[in-house]
DNA sequence: CATGGAACTAATCGCTCGGT
DNA sequence: ACCGAGCGATTAGTTCCATG
């Protein structure tokens, strides 16, 4: 396990990146089962069991602090914890592909929805050209623009590219202003993805034990310990939710304001007039 | 021991309008 | 067109506590 230590240090210098000792991590997984006590299980299903462990590795990385315990000892407690859960899953006869199956077809969509304000970057009229807009009034290109960064989540390379274009501005230009944006938004996002994870995991385990209820020859007294599990879950998956469905996605336009260096109440109007002139093309 | 919820407060948000 | 300020609404941050 030493080993696990040595690449840590290197990752913690910033030699090799951390997909890089993630991918060593399973690598281990994999050829030395053993000693992560995986030795009994059949080629396929450590195979399952490392691919299901991937958020445990993830977070051990993540959360480790040198405090006493060795980096290999610490991960290995992390990964038994993994192994625990999976052995209790994997006892009910499922296997995570049937779940996750099951998961996008019996749930509502997880991804977050776009803002309303992205919609508004949408198809343009037939015919438009550079710098006009709605009914062929011209649009201030750097309203577009402020809306552009809003909605850094939702622009794809390729609409960047053709954004630019019709901006008049150079592609590299854009990006590196998206790019601004992610990086003040780093935060945000993180919290967001986190969120969204949390709201996957509840999912799941409510899936899971209402399965275990399902159970035909499940006792009364466990039966009742299910239910009330189940109830936690839900309350908590219905605050989750209602959390994810609050959070702001899109960049403030004080944060574009200070992306571009410019006053937040330049953002504000431009924001302000572009909604107006959008009302005013449905009317 | 880390995680996550509840409740609270402080900070920030977008909308709007008037002055330049 | 730009900018700043006022305002009410909303969100982020903090703390404490329960849970597994």
Same mark, same amino acid.
């Given at each position: 396990?030493?080993?696990?230590?040595?690449?840590?240090?290197?990752?913690?210098?910033?030699?090799?990146?951390?997909?890089?000792?993630?991918?060593?991590?399973?690598?281990?997984?994999?050829?030395?089962?053993?000693?992560?006590?995986?030795?009994?299980?059949?080629?396929?299903?450590?195979?399952?069991?490392?691919?299901?462990?991937?958020?445990?590795?993830?977070?051990?990385?993540?959360?480790?602090?040198?405090?006493?315990?060795?980096?290999?000892?610490? =991960?290995? *407690?992390? #990964?038994?914890?993994?192994? +625990?859960?999976?052995? @209790?899953?994997?006892?009910?006869?499922? /296997?995570?592909? $049937?779940?996750?199956?099951?998961?996008?077809?019996?749930?509502?969509?997880?991804?977050?929805?776009?803002?309303?304000?992205?919609?508004?970057?949408?198809?343009?009229?037939?015919?438009?050209?550079?710098?006009?807009?709605?009914?062929?009034?011209?649009?201030?290109?750097?309203?577009?623009?402020?809306?552009?960064?809003?909605?850094?989540?939702?622009?794809?390379?390729?609409?960047?590219?053709?954004?630019?274009?019709?901006?008049?501005?150079?592609?590299?230009? =854009?990006? *590196?202003? #998206?790019?601004?944006?992610? +990086?003040?938004?780093? @935060?945000?996002?993180?919290?967001?993805? /986190?969120?969204? $994870?949390?709201?996957?995991?509840?999912?799941?385990?409510?899936?899971?034990?209402?399965?275990?209820?399902?159970?035909?020859?499940?006792?009364?007294?466990?039966?009742?310990?299910?239910?009330?599990?189940?109830?936690?879950?839900?309350?908590?998956?219905?605050?989750?939710?209602?959390?994810?469905?609050?959070?702001?996605?899109?960049?403030?336009?004080?944060?574009?304001?200070?992306?571009?260096?410019?006053?937040?109440?330049?953002?504000?109007?431009?924001?302000? =007039?572009?909604?107006?002139?959008?009302?005013?093309?449905?009317?």
């Amino acid at each position: 396990m030493e080993d696990l230590d040595v690449l840590y240090r290197q990752y913690q210098e910033g030699k090799i990146e951390r997909s890089s000792l993630e991918r060593s991590i399973f690598s281990l997984l994999c050829t030395y089962p053993a000693r992560f006590r995986l030795a009994h299980m059949s080629q396929e299903d450590r195979l399952d069991l490392v691919s299901e462990l991937f958020p445990y590795v993830r977070r051990a990385i993540e959360q480790y602090k040198e405090v006493g315990s060795s980096f290999s000892a610490y =991960l290995y *407690s992390w #990964i038994q914890w993994g192994v +625990k859960g999976y052995h @209790r899953t994997e006892k009910k006869g499922k /296997t995570m592909e $049937e779940l996750y199956w099951k998961l996008t077809c019996e749930t509502e969509p997880m991804v977050a929805e776009p803002v309303a304000l992205e919609e508004e970057t949408g198809d343009p009229p037939q015919g438009d050209t550079s710098g006009t807009g709605f009914q062929g009034k011209r649009l201030n290109k750097q309203h577009i623009l402020f809306l552009v960064l809003k909605c850094y989540r939702y622009i794809s390379d390729d609409f960047a590219r053709r954004i630019a274009q019709r901006l008049g501005m150079k592609e590299e230009a =854009l990006f *590196s202003l #998206i790019e601004k944006v992610k +990086k003040v938004r780093e @935060r945000h996002d993180i919290w967001i993805d /986190t969120l969204t $994870e949390r709201k996957q995991r509840y999912t799941l385990r409510i899936l899971l034990l209402k399965r275990e209820l399902a159970h035909p020859d499940l006792s009364e007294h466990k039966r009742k310990i299910i239910e009330e599990r189940l109830a936690k879950l839900e309350q908590r998956l219905k605050a989750v939710t209602r959390r994810c469905q609050s959070l702001r996605t899109s960049a403030s336009n004080n944060e574009v304001a200070q992306v571009l260096g410019i006053p937040k109440g330049t953002v504000d109007s431009g924001c302000y =007039l572009l909604k107006w002139q959008w009302k005013r093309f449905h009317e």
